[in-house]
């Protein structure tokens, strides 16, 4: 049926008071929204709407009524204000008048929810500026929010990306409650919610991973994929709970069963997953990876290490070779003496200069060739410069600093990323701006370049103002031509 | 064979190549005092460079015995460290160097304690930063050996010590089997360049693993990058016996090579090293 | 005794006498340099006063074969040649263990090299005629004793400021009643067939070499100044030489003694005695 009141009418009609009536009437549109417009279904219109305290979010219907019964719809609409769980609905009939291309003017009723902040964004906002606080929150409030769906009976139907909210302090919020379709399985609500808790706690877990999940997967088999990446990720990087919660989303399993594993996951600590993001990338084939169990080293290997059983062995690197059995990386020499390692590590890098990035379940780590923790594997992220003799590594706070190879912190001021070092000077980033700092720690120029790269040769490329250039170790500019 | 003593007509000479990558700049403890393996190595080093102007010292001049070239390596270089290749020991001794205050203290049997201060001279400065081009200072060292051999055609053939703390990372281990070859290879009259090399422990490692001066049986135990240093160094002839004996209590031929040896044990390993100062005459 | 560096043993003695066991009052003599001292194979010589009193401080860098009874050998000999050491057993501190030091008495004066360097450059003919002559008679009175030096060079040789001639350094010295102790001499001053001999005759090559070598420059001024034992097989100036020595037998004899197979020169205190120079 052809539409006859085009979308732009709506856009109209709530930029126009004259046009509103009852709540809408003290709501608008926020100027950065542009046309305001968030989504745009089958049969309603969705956009935000402020007033002078927070944010609503409106539903309204494409034809002259939504597409649900008004009875079920309204008793839903009473339901939300009792039920903590879900997000305050208004149902305001006929507050909306709209005209169409002849001019006719048509009532529209509206849904307004009061606006939280849907997961994708709370990924994004929360996950990237380290907020694990409010993301531990968020996980537990999943985990609440499942038991509740179970206990009060509830099902919603239309758990997703942009149902699944949480409000400032991470509580979750289920918004599109009245609107959800009637009849879904229970079980389906505890797959939305367990989704939501394995994309929280990857994204809060591991941030390069979070750019191939912050947006949704629009078919089945890339949502399948992702998820079996998530669990060889899991499974490899030894991290049980998550490993869980994927199989149980795969295997659909039952709404008890998933709720147990939000149960565990938001119990979990955060622990990077190297391996996920070549994978999500499809740089590695997750089949390289799937392990029924965890494989613990065998007694022997405390003893020599065989190398002839190793899943991998690595050439020798400062006379020290690198090796994988099963899941499980090490260290050992020549005749197959391990080096006897504080942690049990995840994943291993070579012996550079008597130094070594591990990761293990907590964090990054460095250890020196007698296994010794340099610098505690409690690193977000973690770089050695073997050339500099200097380490980069990014805290639990976000913070960049660069340390010397003891680990002691060499840089006063910290940054958003510091790294690229060579030469004596370390590239560092703060917002969107670059700098230099010296391998002593003391920041050579301000943080003015829209790019900066690393030295060599004494020069750097940097670009600054649209403008690329080289510059030289004192921070003046030695070439102006245009790169 | 090795049989020439150390005339000023027949000098003696040295080469040392000292690793300065990055992990030299990991702690390590000299005589009780906590400082870098390469703050170590440089005061031994320099330590090495006094001892042979003390011992060729006259009454009214240094008797110029010995030259001696100090080749500092890494990142991607191997530099001279006294100024460009060989110094005599006279030129050395005139230098001009940085003088170091260090505060000696000693205690008597009976417990009385004093302190004095010391000048110390320093020609080598600690420096730690890079990888290890161990084949670029083999190079190096070749050359000087073989301009030095042809300009003293009879005298006792030059000693290389080359002291590091890791593996070459700018070479194979077949690549670098050449070169020690080809540096072996170089020969005045009374003999073949003499190669020793010292590998320096790391601070956590086992003792047990040290092997100083090993025979061929012993080597068979060696790890492959201990396996290479031995197989690169060169048998020491007679005249080194007896220290090596007093040294290890183990009996000739002895190979010139000490894997994972502790730092304290530098100085003594240099001594041996530079034995011929015993032959200046 | 375990070996010390030349440095140890200086910086014992920065501390001054509080290092010493029985010394007292003792002061080392410095220089631009610092210590002044003179390296040798076994240790260092330091130049110190001690009570006021010059003396020069052997102090060893390694095992010496010095001991009590060689030094109370040494004080029961009487000889103007001697400068009778002080055997100090045990003195120095070390840190973590004593050393021996000997004590000798200063001998103002020259060494017999550095005299020979200086005669030869400035082409004082006469005064090396008196050297040749002082060093004549220290070689009768070595050969006419009981006891030989044992490590006879020119730098153990002190010619005093009136010229006579003072030997220093008796660590190798040789007496019948004496055991070997090991000690071969200094190359080149040693024959090459004398091995570990230990016997009357260990001086006899020396005695010949630094003779035979004043003679050829007395006798030929144009040969080269620099070398001041000239007559050392390994200089090559034999051709140059023997022909000097042509109508001077005994000369010719002690030159020709320098090449042959055996260290023991015979009828070497009659050549010296009977010299034709």
Avoid at chain 2, 59 to 74: H, K, M, N, P
Avoid at chain 2, 97 to 119: F, S
Wanted: hydrophobic content about 35%.
């Amino acid at each position: 049926m052809k539409k006859l009141i085009p979308l732009t009418a709506y856009i109209e009609a709530l930029g126009n008071s004259l046009q509103c009536s009852g709540t809408l009437s003290h709501l608008h549109l926020h100027p950065s929204q542009g046309d305001g417009i968030q989504r745009v279904g089958p049969h309603t219109i969705e956009c935000d709407l402020f007033d002078t305290s927070r944010k609503w979010h409106l539903t309204l219907p494409t034809d002259s009524r939504f597409p649900i019964d008004q009875q079920i719809l309204q008793s839903r609409v009473v339901f939300t204000h009792s039920c903590s769980l879900l997000v305050e609905t208004i149902f305001e009939p006929s507050t909306l008048t709209v005209y169409d291309s002849l001019g006719r003017p048509h009532q529209r009723d509206v849904l307004l929810e009061i606006g939280y902040t849907p997961l994708d964004d709370f990924m994004r906002q929360n996950c990237a500026v380290s907020r694990r606080s409010i993301v531990r929150n968020a996980l537990e409030s999943l985990h609440s929010a499942a038991v509740s769906l179970t206990q009060y009976k509830i099902t919603h139907g239309a758990l997703d990306r942009h149902t699944i909210c949480f409000d400032d302090c991470g509580e979750v919020q289920l918004a599109g409650y009245p609107l959800a379709p009637l009849a879904s399985s229970p079980t389906r609500d505890h797959e939305s919610l367990a989704m939501a808790a394995l994309l929280l706690y990857v994204g809060a877990s591991d941030l390069t991973a979070l750019r191939f999940l912050s947006h949704s997967s629009h078919n089945g088999d890339e949502h399948t994929r992702r998820l079996r990446c998530i669990l060889s990720a899991a499974q490899h990087h030894n991290n049980t709970p998550l490993a869980n919660i994927a199989h149980d989303i795969l295997t659909r399993a039952s709404a008890g069963a998933l709720t147990s594993s939000i149960a565990r996951l938001s119990e979990h600590p955060f622990a990077p997953l190297p391996l996920l993001t070549p994978l999500l990338a499809g740089e590695r084939k997750s089949s390289e990876f799937i392990f029924d169990t965890l494989q613990p080293l065998p007694a022997e290997d405390e003893v020599r290490v065989d190398f002839a059983h190793c899943d991998e062995v690595f050439p020798p690197s400062d006379t020290i070779i690198r090796y994988r059995k099963s899941n499980r990386w090490g260290y050992a020499y020549y005749d197959g003496q391990p080096i006897r390692l504080e942690r049990q590590i995840l994943s291993a890098h070579d012996f550079e200069e008597g130094r070594a990035v591990v990761i293990t379940p907590r964090g990054y780590g460095l250890i020196d060739s007698s296994g010794k923790m340099v610098m505690n594997d409690v690193w977000r992220s973690l770089v050695w410069y073997c050339e500099e003799n200097i380490v980069a590594a990014e805290n639990d706070k976000g913070e960049w600093h660069i340390y010397d190879r003891m680990g002691h912190q060499i840089s006063a001021m910290s940054a958003d990323w510091m790294g690229d070092a060579a030469e004596g000077y370390v590239v560092a980033r703060r917002g969107d701006k670059y700098c230099y700092y010296s391998i002593n720690g003391a920041r050579c120029t301000d943080f003015i370049y829209d790019e900066a790269y690393a030295f060599q040769d004494g020069k750097a490329l940097v670009c600054y103002k649209g403008h690329h250039y080289y510059i030289d170790t004192t921070g003046h500019q030695t070439d102006l031509k245009k790169v | 064979m090795y049989n020439s003593q150390i005339t000023r007509a027949n000098k003696g000479a040295f080469i040392l190549l000292l690793d300065r990558s990055g992990s030299m700049a990991e702690q390590t403890i000299l005589n009780g005092n906590v400082m870098t393996k390469a703050q170590a190595l440089a005061d031994v080093v320099n330590s090495l460079l006094t001892e042979l102007i003390n011992r060729c010292r006259k009454e009214r001049f240094i008797g110029d015995y010995f030259d001696v070239a100090i080749i500092g390596y890494s990142g991607d270089e191997a530099d001279s460290l006294l100024g460009s290749g060989w110094q005599s020991i006279v030129d050395i001794d005139s230098m001009a160097t940085d003088i170091t205050r260090h505060r000696l203290e000693r205690r008597l049997p009976d417990g009385t304690a004093y302190a004095t201060i010391v000048d110390r001279r320093a020609w080598i400065k600690p420096y730690a930063k890079g990888r290890t081009p161990m084949a670029k200072a083999l190079s190096s060292a070749t050359r000087l050996a073989s301009s030095w051999c042809r300009k003293h055609p009879l005298s006792f053939p030059p000693i290389v010590i080359n002291i590091s703390d890791g593996e070459a990372t700018d070479s194979s281990h077949e690549q670098i089997a050449q070169l020690a070859d080809k540096l072996k290879a170089i020969s005045t009259s009374d003999g073949n360049v003499l190669l020793m090399n010292i590998h320096l422990s790391g601070q956590y490692e086992n003792e047990e693993c040290s092997l100083r001066f090993p025979s061929e049986r012993e080597a068979l135990s060696l790890g492959r990058h201990a396996k290479l240093l031995f197989n690169i160094s060169s048998t020491l002839p007679e005249l080194y016996n007896q220290e090596i004996e007093e040294f290890t209590g183990a009996k000739p031929p002895f190979r010139a090579i000490c894997y994972n040896a502790p730092i304290d044990e530098l100085v003594s390993l240099l001594a041996i090293g530079s034995l011929t100062m015993d032959r200046m005459i | 005794m375990p070996k010390f560096s030349t440095r140890e043993i200086l910086e014992s003695l920065c501390f001054g006498d509080s290092m010493f066991r029985t010394l007292s009052n003792v002061e080392p003599l410095t220089d631009s340099r610092g210590i002044r001292f003179v390296a040798g194979r076994e240790g260092i010589v330091v130049a110190a006063e001690v009570e006021g009193k010059r003396v020069a401080l052997k102090c060893y860098t390694r095992p010496n074969s010095a001991n009590v009874s060689l030094f109370s050998l040494l004080d029961s000999i009487d000889s103007p040649l001697l400068a009778k050491p002080q055997f100090l057993p045990q003195e120095l501190w070390m840190g973590n263990c004593y050393t021996d030091i000997t004590l000798y008495p200063w001998i103002e004066g020259e060494t017999l090299e550095w005299t020979m360097r200086y005669l030869l450059h400035n082409h004082f003919r006469e005064r090396l005629a008196d050297l040749l002559g002082e060093f004549r008679k220290v070689a009768l009175q070595l050969l006419e004793a009981e006891w030989r030096h044992g490590d006879l060079k020119p730098e153990n040789i002190i010619v005093t400021p009136d010229g006579s001639l003072r030997l220093i350094d008796c660590d190798s010295i040789y007496h019948p009643t004496l055991p070997s102790r090991g000690h071969t001499g200094t190359p080149p001053f040693v024959h090459r067939s004398r091995g570990d001999a230990y016997d009357s005759h260990i001086d006899d090559y020396s005695i010949a070499l630094i003779i035979t070598s004043l003679a050829a420059h007395l006798l030929d001024q144009t040969l080269p100044a620099d070398k001041t034992l000239i007559t050392l097989p390994s200089e090559g100036f034999y051709p140059i030489v023997a022909p000097l020595f042509d109508e001077r037998p005994h000369l010719k004899a002690l030159l020709d003694a320098l090449y042959s197979s055996d260290y023991k020169i015979d009828q070497l205190h009659n050549h010296i005695l009977n010299l034709d120079v």
